[in-house]
């Protein structure tokens, strides 16, 4: 027994009744009845998120297991273009989320349920090119239904980058972004257009593999993304109304940012937070501020404060460093790089020349 609690059982009681109820048989009945109580809560348990979550999960690590997922056979381990209308009817729960260890651009021809990448649900339409980057995770959100999927898709390990130019120019095609909520909506020449591209792809991938194998695999995936570049700025320039709402509620919020406590609570405005406030991802927004403006998100909140600074600067009690830290800045010092960066001078010199 601990000393502590030998100080409350002065006549040995307690020793004696602990005692006691070990040996009795109703003690050891109770603890077994308890016993088998938990037991019972774990397998209903490991049942419940057994049900409610691995059963509504794929996770696909290689191409070969996309492939056999969708009855097709591997020709080559990390690049295939799959043909849904071979797969078999897909029987989902009402919310599925895959997580897909590569590249993957869909061509749906039939809408399987509401797409949700990220935090966001794709603008998403039967003939429409959808965008998953490697490592993410698209929901699908579907009635419970069973229903024969339709359209075709490529998919790239980003193994297959591995030497070529296009391992770093990937992360310039911003339709993979995470957060990507815009899918790419084609006119009918267009669709033909990506899927000549894809008919190249596999008509290499039928090949016997030798040395030229990669580069022309690559070239024309290439060519594939470039045209999806193309039809994306084709987009933005269709969408010219809905995006001059965008500009427009950009700089109401932009010019709302500076007359609030926004710079003293979250400091210097973010591309990412006014992207958050559009509902859009970071990337698609500064694609579409640079289509609109001419200037990428940055460069176009960057001379938002500048303008801001100098009409500050000839208040007659202005002083430099509350300027800074009432735009957000958290070091006079960065405000004065920045500014002399944009006009040529210091805020100092650019005062005394006025």
């Not at 959100?141 to 790239?156: L, N, S």
């Not at 267009?190 to 990669?214: G, M, P, T, Y």
């Not at 932009?254 to 990412?272: K, Q, R």
């Amino acid at each position: 027994m601990p000393k502590w609690l030998s100080i409350f059982d002065t006549e040995g009681l307690f020793s004696k009744m602990l005692f006691y109820l070990l040996k009795t048989s109703v003690f050891w009945h109770i603890f077994a009845m308890v016993k088998n109580v938990l037991d019972r809560c774990e397998k209903i348990y490991n049942f419940v998120l057994k049900f409610l979550v691995m059963s509504d999960f794929y996770h696909f690590d290689t191409i070969a297991s996309y492939n056999q997922f969708n009855n097709h056979e591997t020709l080559h381990p990390l690049i295939s273009i799959v043909d849904f209308s071979k797969a078999n009817p897909r029987s989902w729960q009402k919310s599925v989320k895959i997580n897909y260890g590569f590249y993957a651009i869909f061509l749906k021809e039939v809408k399987c349920g509401d797409l949700k990448y990220g935090c966001q649900y794709y603008d998403y339409q039967e003939g429409t090119l959808v965008f998953v980057g490697s490592g993410q995770v698209l929901n699908i959100e579907t009635d419970g239904k069973i229903y024969q999927p339709k359209g075709y898709a490529v998919i790239f390990h980003p193994d297959l980058l591995i030497g070529t130019s296009l391992a770093k120019g990937i992360q310039d095609y911003h339709f993979f972004g995470y957060q990507a909520n815009e899918a790419l909506h084609m006119s009918e020449k267009e669709r033909q257009v990506i899927l000549d591209c894809f008919a190249k792809i596999k008509l290499e991938l039928q090949q016997a593999i030798d040395r030229h194998s990669k580069k022309l695999i690559v070239s024309n995936l290439e060519l594939l993304l470039n045209y999806c570049t193309r039809f994306y700025e084709r987009q933005f320039t269709t969408r010219e109304t809905v995006n001059k709402g965008i500009i427009e509620r950009f700089e109401k919020t932009l010019n709302a940012y500076f007359l609030s406590d926004a710079t003293h609570e979250i400091g210097l405005p973010s591309v990412a937070y006014f992207a958050e406030q559009m509902h859009l991802s970071p990337n698609y927004f500064g694609d579409l501020i640079k289509k609109e403006t001419g200037k990428s998100a940055k460069e176009y909140i960057q001379t938002k404060i500048i303008e801001i600074a100098k009409n500050k600067m000839f208040a007659p009690d202005a002083n430099i460093n509350d300027i800074a830290f009432g735009l957000g800045f958290k070091y006079p010092q960065h405000f004065t790089r920045m500014f002399k960066k944009e006009t040529g001078y210091t805020p100092t010199a650019f005062r005394a020349m006025s």
